[in-house]
């Protein structure tokens, strides 16, 4: 049983739209993190949010930490080919202790 | 470039063997954290050190150990190795030991078991 789901497992879409990646829990997340990894490499934090409710902006990428700390979305505006690659939730629960846990990614490919 | 090494980049292997995984943090970082990545499993996290000594503990097996040493760096020991071992070992450094600190993982280990 995951702890953090992601979805969708597998996105594909053209150069120019938009896409929101969605990262579940039915426990509650003390922070949460998201990631993006190429092949090949190790995963680059993108964003930390630590309070319910927050908002984080980092250019044409949006993420948002759910009211009630379960659950985390992230948009992209207008994405590109270089925004390609496997996005991962990640987050420490409260009632496991200093745990750290990934969920279970979301594949992203941007056709030019 | 994280600023995280991990050695050796590829490692081939076979069953009942055993092999260490190195990896030296980022300069000034305590925490060292182990994660092995499959593609049926994901991205699981193993084990933490900070400052030499033990943290947390993830889903780490038996047959698997690890420790940080007085410069730092720290070692991932995977012993009787069974063909499911197979996948990519990611170190990652961080400032302190809370879960919130940013992560920065090295370029990873990839272990393939035959």
């Known amino acids: 049983t995951q702890l953090l789901e992601q979805s969708p497992q597998f996105l594909s879409i053209q150069e120019g739209e938009n896409l929101t990646v969605y990262c579940n829990s039915s426990s509650v997340f003390s922070s949460l993190q998201w990631y993006r990894q190429e092949p090949g490499e190790g995963p680059v934090l993108l964003v930390t949010?630590?309070?319910?409710?927050e908002v984080k902006k980092l250019k044409r990428l949006t993420f948002q930490f759910g009211d009630a700390r379960k659950d985390s979305s992230l948009h992209i505006t207008a994405a590109q080919p270089g925004d390609t690659g496997l996005y991962l939730c990640?987050?420490?629960?409260?009632?496991?202790?200093?745990?750290?846990?990934f969920g279970t990614g979301t594949s992203l490919t941007v056709i030019p | 470039d994280s600023g995280v090494t991990q050695t050796p980049k590829h490692l081939i292997t076979a069953t009942g063997q055993r092999v260490t995984l190195r990896c030296s943090p980022r300069s000034g970082d305590l925490s060292v954290y182990w994660y092995q990545q499959s593609l049926d499993q994901g991205l699981q996290f193993l084990i933490q050190?900070?400052?030499?000594?033990?943290?947390a503990k993830g889903n780490i097996l038996e047959r698997f150990s690890a420790q940080q040493f007085p410069d730092l760096h720290s070692e991932l020991n995977l012993s009787s190795l069974e063909l499911g071992d197979s996948a990519l070992y990611f170190c990652a450094s961080s400032v302190a030991w809370g879960a919130a600190n940013e992560q920065f993982f090295g370029p990873g280990t990839r272990l393939t078991v035959l």
């Open positions: 949010v630590v309070t319910g409710g």
């Open positions: 050190y900070y400052n030499g000594e033990e943290r």
């Open positions: 990640a987050g420490d629960f409260l009632r496991v202790g200093n745990q750290f846990y």
